[in-house]
Each structure stands twice: as structure tokens, then as C-alpha cells.
């Protein structure tokens, strides 16, 4: 049973390019969550996404914006890159019923690098 | 905003030592989780706590959440290279459904 794949693993990219990182669920999720870890500092939630919709929402901008398809597979889309998205950015999966959120399970996520 | 703070930030010690991490909020969780995480990968799982007082045991880490669900602590007995990582609290609330995590931890064990 796969768990958590992400892909690439890493990326380089320039300020004011844009970005698009892939995320797997572990089979059974339904429900993708995104994190931003920054260097020496524990995961930010971004956003999470349940039945193809963003259903909760952290402090992050605009540039930062998602997708989830059929399959429950996900993408983190990032506009417009700072030198400050540079980090390591987490997909984390789970199986969510109507009234709470099951553990949830990370995958290895990606690094990216933005020069 | 819900914040946790985590500590100490770091932690060297030689092995076989006991040692105590912390994690301290404001405010109050539906339940508590601690993850350990290597470099390069993601964070792993070590134990939810939800009970407000409950105490979890996995082998040689204790983990007790506090009576007002605010805060938890993780101890380690005799601690073993193999511990050595960032180690993370997270609160949650179920309502919310969404994950707040400190800091971390980074824990070093020498042999």
C-alpha cells in the first residue's frame, strides 16, 4: 500500500516564475491538506482540500492557490515566486467524515528553491 | 491565532540520558499529536493524546497531555541515537480541521 507520494522532490525555480507540485493520497484519503515548512521552523498549513473544494484556509496570499481532481490526488499551484517560498512544502492526506478529520499521514515532500 | 510553543529549541545529550521536551499554548485543543521527523522527509506520526491528563506510553516515550488540553509533554528514557530528530507537537481542532504546529525540538543523542 503506497503511501504519500509528492513529486518533484526537488525544484529549482527564479523569482516571478510559477510552480506546480503533485500530491498522491495514501489509498482510502479523500482529503489532501498543504503545508509550507520553512527552514528551522515547523509546518504552516496552507490550505485543505476535501470533495474537489478548498475547505479551510491559512495565511497565505493569493499566489498560493490548489486543486483536487476526481482521484483525490492534489496540486499546490504558487504564482509570481518570492525568495521567500523558498522551503519545503508537505502534502499531508487523510480520511475525513462528516464531523472530524481522521489522522492525517505526510508524504516526504518537495523542496523548492527559489533563486 | 492559536500558537504553539515548543521547548527547548535544541537538545544534545549522550545516550542513555533522560530527557523532557515541552509544548505550551494558550489556548485549548481538541487533541494534541507528536511527530517525529528526519531531514529530508516528512513527519511521522508518534501518538495523538485527546483526554485532558491522559498519558501514552510507546516503548521508552511518555507522552502526557495536560488537564486543561494547553499543553503536553514528551519524555524519553535512556535515550538511543536512533531518537535523534525534530520532534513536533501539533494541536488540532476538530472543528476546524486543520493541523497548528510548533516548532520543533532537534533533538542529537551521541554515542
Known amino acids: 500500500d503506497a503511501g504519500v507520494t509528492q513529486s518533484p522532490t526537488h525544484l529549482i525555480k527564479t523569482r516571478g516564475q510559477q510552480v506546480t507540485l503533485r500530491c498522491s493520497p495514501k489509498?482510502?484519503?479523500?482529503?489532501v491538506s498543504w503545508y509550507q515548512q520553512a527552514l528551522g521552523q515547523g509546518p504552516q498549513f496552507i490550505f485543505q482540500?476535501?470533495?474537489?473544494?478548498?475547505?479551510q484556509r491559512g495565511n497565505f496570499p493569493d499566489r498560493f492557490s490548489g486543486h483536487q481532481f476526481p482521484n483525490y490526488s492534489s496540486e499546490l499551484n504558487v504564482n509570481a515566486l518570492l525568495l521567500g517560498d523558498s522551503a519545503l512544502y508537505l502534502c499531508a492526506s487523510s480520511f475525513s467524515s462528516q464531523r472530524s478529520t481522521d489522522t492525517q499521514y505526510f508524504g516526504p515532500g518537495t523542496r523548492l528553491t527559489v533563486l | 491565532t492559536q500558537l504553539l510553543e515548543q521547548s527547548p529549541q535544541f537538545l544534545s545529550i549522550q545516550e542513555g540520558e533522560n530527557l523532557t521536551v515541552y509544548c505550551n499554548s494558550s489556548?485549548?485543543?481538541?487533541?494534541l499529536q507528536w511527530y517525529r521527523q528526519e531531514p529530508g522527509e516528512g513527519p511521522v506520526l508518534l501518538v495523538t493524546?485527546?483526554?485532558?491528563?491522559e498519558v501514552k506510553k510507546l516503548k521508552r516515550l511518555t507522552f502526557q497531555f495536560g488537564d486543561a488540553r494547553k499543553d503536553s509533554s514528551l519524555h524519553i528514557t535512556a535515550a538511543q541515537p536512533g531518537d535523534t530528530g525534530l520532534y513536533l507537537c501539533?494541536?488540532?481542532?476538530?472543528?476546524?480541521?486543520?493541523?497548528?504546529f510548533g516548532d520543533g525540538t532537534t533533538l542529537t543523542v551521541k554515542p
Open positions: 482540500y476535501y470533495e474537489e473544494e478548498e475547505r
Open positions: 489509498s482510502g484519503h479523500d482529503t
Open positions: 489556548s485549548v485543543f481538541s487533541s
Open positions: 501539533a494541536g488540532i481542532n476538530t472543528n476546524a480541521g486543520k493541523s497548528t
Open positions: 493524546v485527546v483526554t485532558g491528563g
